[in-house]
C-alpha cells in the first residue's frame, strides 16, 4: 500500500508540474513553491517521461527564484531583493537591433481643407530632410513623411499657423501594455494596483479577464508609463524569408514523347528552372508548355541531341549568347539576382565526342554560373564508379578554372542493358556557393537517366515573392469617383512655383487613388488535370521503374516497357479527346475561335523583353533600358560639327569642287545663298541632282526619280522581256511576248490561245 500511495503521490506531481508548464511556457525562469512549514521544489518538466506540452528553451539554464508564496514574487524583500531591469529610454529603443532592421512606421497628417496646400508645400520643401508625399483626399490633404523629426516639424508648423489637422499617436508615446499571469482570479485589482503603487510602478488602468480554456489562470493588463522598471521579458527575432530556386537536370533522351509526364513534373515538385540535355527536337517541331518559356538549341544535321532551358514565364530572364562550341551542346539563359547576373546552362557532350577544354572555356567564361547536364565524364571524386578520359579532363579544367563539381550521392544513368552497372553522368559544374546536400535524385519519367533536383537558396534582384507570380485588380468606377471627391474644383495659381506644386500634388493624388482602389491577389498556376484513369497508370508505372532500377532483371524490364507503351496510348487517347472537345466548343462560341485565330496568327504569345547593351553596359530593368535608349537617341541627334576646309585637311579627305553642286532643300521658295565655294571654287546651285542612284529635287517630290525608273523599266521590257517571252514554254507568257521590238512604240493585245 506504501508503494501505491508514493506512486500516486508522485503522479499527482507530474500532474501539477505540467499544469505550472502550461502557465510558464513564455517564462524564462523555473519558480520554486516553498511553504512556511517545509520547502517544496517543483520538478523540471524536461525530466519527467511524459510528452511536453511546450517546447523547452535550452538557451541558458533556468534560473531559480526562492519565494515565501505563490504571490511574494511581486514584493520586494529585504535580504533578497528582486531582480529588475531598466527598461530602455527612447533613444536607446532607436538603437535596438530590432529597431535598426524594421523601420518605425510614422502616421499620416491629415489636414482639413485644401487652401492652404501651397504654403504647406513650400515649407515643407525648405525644412524637411527627408521625402514626403503629399496628396489630395476628400476634404483635405494627406501627408506622409519619412523621418521622425520631419514628423515633429511638420505638427509643429501646422500648430503656429493654426491649421486644423489631425494623426495617430506614435508607437513609442503609447502607453506600455502589460499581461501578469499566474495570479488567482478573485484577487481584487486595488489590491494589485497598490502592491504595484507601493513597489514604485504607476499603473493607470487594471482590468482582470479569464479565458476560455483555462479557467484557472486569470490575466491583468496594465498600463504604465515607459520609465518603469520591469521583469525583463525576450523578444523572439523575425524569421527571414528567402526565396528558393528549385533547379531541375535531366537528360530526356527523346522528350516530345514525356510532354505530359513532364508537365506534371513540374506542377508536382514546383520547378522553377529546368536545364534539359538530349531532346531529340528538329527545328521544325514545337514543343511548348503553358506558363514557361523554353529556349532550344537543336541539333542540326545528326539524329537525337539538343540542349533546352525551361523557365516560368513571369521570372526575369533573358537569353544569353556564348561563343560556338565544338563538341559541346549547350543553351544559356541569365537571371539577375543581388549578387550579380547567374548564367544557367544545359550542357550536353555526345559519348564518341572528347571533352574540349575550349568549349569549357567558352560556358565558365562568366563571373556566376550554373551549369548542369551531361558531359559523360566519370570520375571517382564525384561518386563514379570509374574514371574515364572526360573526367580527367574535366577534372584538370576545374583546378585550373576555379569552381566546383557537384553530384549525387546516388547513380542518375540506369543502362537499358541489364548487364551494366548503373552509374553517375549527370552533374553540376559551378563557382557559386552550393552543397552537395541540395541536390536529390528522383525516380521519376522515362529516360534512362533519372532527373536531378537543386534546392538552392537565392535573393533575386527582385522584392516581390515571384514564386506567386500576382494580379492587380483595379475599381474603376471608384478609382473615378474617388478623384472627383478629392480633387478640388478651384485652384489659387500666381507664380511659377505654384503651378509646380499643384502638378506635383495632382500626380501624387493620382498615383495613391489607384494604389487605394488596386487589390492584389497571387495568381496560382495549376495546369494540371485530373484523370483518375491515366494517373493510376502512372503510379504503376512509377513502381515498375523502380522495380527495375532496383532488381534490374529481364522480367522487370519487360512489365516496365509494357506499362510504358499503356501510358503512352492513354496519353494520346486524352489528348485527341481534348482537341475534338476543343474544337467542338469552338464552333459554338465565338470567343473560342478568336482565340484559336490568334494562336494560328502567333499573336497570342507573349514575348519577354531582351536585354539591351547601352553605352554603360548591358540594361535589364526598364529604367536602365530607357536611360540607355535616351543616351544612345542623344548622341545621334547631336548637330554635327562644321567641317572647315582645316577638317578635311587633317583627316586626308579631299573634295572634288569641279564635280560638286548645292541645293537648298525647302517646302517654300527660298532664294539660294551667294557665292557658295569650296577651295576658292564657286559651287553651281540646281533644282535637282543625281545622289547614289536616287534623284533628289530641290522640294522633295520624287517626280523625276519616278520619271527616270520607269524609263529605264521600259527600255529594259523592250529590249529583254519581250524577245525571252516569245520562246517561253508557258504559252500564256509567250502570248505577252506578241510584241515586234522594231515597231516604235507599237504594242499588240497579247492573244490567249
Request: aromatic fraction near 8%.
Amino acid at each position: 500500500m506504501d508503494k501505491l500511495a508514493e506512486l500516486g503521490r508522485a503522479q499527482q506531481k507530474q500532474h501539477q508540474t505540467q499544469d505550472w508548464a502550461r502557465n510558464l511556457e513564455d517564462e524564462d525562469i523555473n519558480v520554486e513553491l516553498s511553504d512556511n512549514e517545509e520547502e517544496s521544489e517543483f520538478t523540471d518538466a524536461s525530466i519527467l517521461k511524459r510528452k511536453l506540452l511546450f517546447k523547452p528553451k535550452v538557451d541558458k539554464p533556468p534560473k531559480s527564484v526562492t519565494v515565501a508564496n505563490q504571490y511574494e514574487i511581486l514584493t520586494v524583500r529585504e535580504d533578497e531583493p528582486m531582480e529588475t531591469i531598466e527598461l530602455p529610454s527612447e533613444n536607446a529603443r532607436q538603437d535596438t537591433p530590432n529597431s535598426q532592421k524594421s523601420k518605425p512606421r510614422i502616421p499620416p497628417i491629415v489636414v482639413a481643407g485644401t487652401s492652404n496646400y501651397s504654403k504647406i508645400s513650400k515649407t515643407m520643401k525648405t525644412t524637411m530632410t527627408g521625402t514626403f508625399k503629399i496628396f489630395y483626399i476628400k476634404d483635405g490633404l494627406k501627408i506622409h513623411t519619412s523621418t521622425l523629426d520631419d514628423f515633429k516639424t511638420l505638427q509643429a508648423y501646422l500648430k503656429q499657423a493654426g491649421q486644423e489637422y489631425h494623426t495617430f499617436t506614435l508607437p513609442r508615446d503609447k502607453p506600455l501594455k502589460l499581461v501578469i499571469k499566474g495570479l488567482p482570479p478573485n484577487m481584487p485589482t486595488d489590491e494589485i494596483k497598490d502592491e504595484l503603487h507601493t513597489m514604485g510602478y504607476t499603473a493607470t488602468d487594471i482590468r482582470q479577464f479569464t479565458s476560455k480554456t483555462q479557467t484557472d489562470n486569470a490575466t491583468q493588463d496594465i498600463n504604465q508609463p515607459p520609465t518603469s522598471t520591469l521583469v525583463q521579458m525576450t523578444i523572439n527575432p523575425q524569421n527571414i524569408i528567402k526565396n528558393q530556386l528549385r533547379i531541375l537536370i535531366w537528360n530526356a533522351n527523346g522528350i516530345l514523347h514525356q510532354k505530359h509526364e513532364f508537365e506534371e513534373l513540374l506542377g508536382t515538385y514546383g520547378v522553377d528552372l529546368a536545364l534539359i540535355c538530349e531532346t531529340h527536337l528538329k527545328t521544325d517541331q514545337r514543343f511548348n508548355i503553358t506558363g514557361h518559356n523554353i529556349y532550344r538549341t537543336d541539333r542540326e544535321h545528326r539524329k537525337g541531341g539538343g540542349t533546352a532551358v525551361i523557365i516560368k514565364d513571369y521570372l526575369p530572364h533573358y537569353r544569353a549568347n556564348i561563343n560556338d562550341t565544338e563538341n559541346l551542346e549547350a543553351t544559356t539563359i541569365s537571371i539577375s539576382t543581388k549578387t550579380g547576373h547567374i548564367n544557367f546552362v544545359a550542357a550536353y557532350n555526345p559519348p564518341t565526342k572528347i571533352l574540349l577544354k575550349q568549349d569549357l572555356d567558352n560556358i565558365t567564361s562568366s563571373d556566376n554560373y550554373f551549369i548542369g547536364g551531361d558531359l559523360n565524364s566519370k570520375n571517382t571524386l564525384w561518386n563514379s564508379r570509374i574514371t574515364n578520359r572526360n573526367g580527367r579532363i574535366l577534372e584538370d579544367h576545374s583546378t585550373e578554372a576555379e569552381y566546383n563539381i557537384i553530384a549525387p550521392d546516388t547513380p542518375t544513368h540506369y543502362p537499358g542493358n541489364h548487364l551494366h552497372r548503373p552509374d553517375i553522368l549527370d552533374i553540376v559544374l559551378t563557382n557559386l556557393k552550393i552543397m552537395p546536400d541540395t541536390l536529390t535524385v528522383l525516380q521519376e519519367l522515362d529516360s534512362d537517366h533519372n532527373p536531378l533536383l537543386c534546392e538552392w537558396e537565392v535573393n533575386l534582384q527582385h522584392q516581390t515573392n515571384w514564386r506567386y507570380p500576382t494580379i492587380s485588380t483595379t475599381d474603376w468606377i471608384k478609382y473615378k469617383t474617388d478623384l472627383q471627391e478629392a480633387l478640388p474644383r478651384n485652384l489659387d495659381i500666381h507664380t511659377e512655383q505654384d503651378i509646380d506644386t499643384a502638378i506635383d500634388l495632382f500626380t501624387t493624388t493620382l498615383q495613391e487613388t489607384y494604389k487605394l482602389n488596386t487589390t492584389i491577389s497571387r495568381k496560382h498556376h495549376d495546369f494540371r488535370v485530373d484523370h483518375p484513369e491515366l494517373s493510376y497508370l502512372l503510379a504503376q508505372k512509377k513502381e515498375a521503374r523502380r522495380d527495375w532500377q532496383r532488381l534490374r532483371s529481364p522480367n522487370e524490364r519487360i512489365r516496365y516497357n509494357r506499362l510504358k507503351a499503356i501510358v503512352k496510348r492513354t496519353v494520346n487517347q486524352i489528348r485527341r479527346t481534348n482537341f475534338n472537345t476543343f474544337v467542338t466548343d469552338s464552333a459554338t462560341n465565338m470567343q473560342g475561335t478568336w482565340t484559336i485565330t490568334k494562336v494560328l496568327k502567333g499573336t497570342s504569345k507573349k514575348t519577354n523583353t531582351p536585354a539591351i547593351h547601352g553605352q554603360q553596359g548591358m540594361a535589364y530593368s526598364s529604367l536602365d533600358k530607357a536611360n540607355a535608349i535616351a543616351l544612345t537617341l542623344e548622341d545621334q541627334f547631336k548637330p554635327n560639327p562644321a567641317h572647315d576646309q582645316n577638317f578635311n585637311r587633317d583627316w586626308r579627305i579631299k573634295v572634288n569642287a569641279t564635280k560638286s553642286i548645292a541645293m537648298v532643300v525647302a517646302r517654300k521658295r527660298q532664294m539660294p545663298p551667294a557665292n557658295f565655294t569650296i577651295y576658292e571654287e564657286d559651287i553651281p546651285f540646281k533644282d535637282d541632282a543625281k545622289y547614289l542612284g536616287i534623284y533628289i529635287d530641290k522640294r522633295l517630290t520624287w517626280t523625276k526619280h519616278i520619271t527616270e525608273t520607269c524609263k529605264k523599266a521600259m527600255a529594259e521590257m523592250r529590249n529583254n522581256f519581250y524577245e525571252k517571252a516569245g520562246n517561253h514554254d508557258n504559252p500564256i507568257v509567250r502570248a505577252l511576248g506578241d510584241y515586234d521590238p522594231h515597231e516604235q512604240r507599237s504594242y499588240k493585245r497579247p492573244r490567249l490561245e
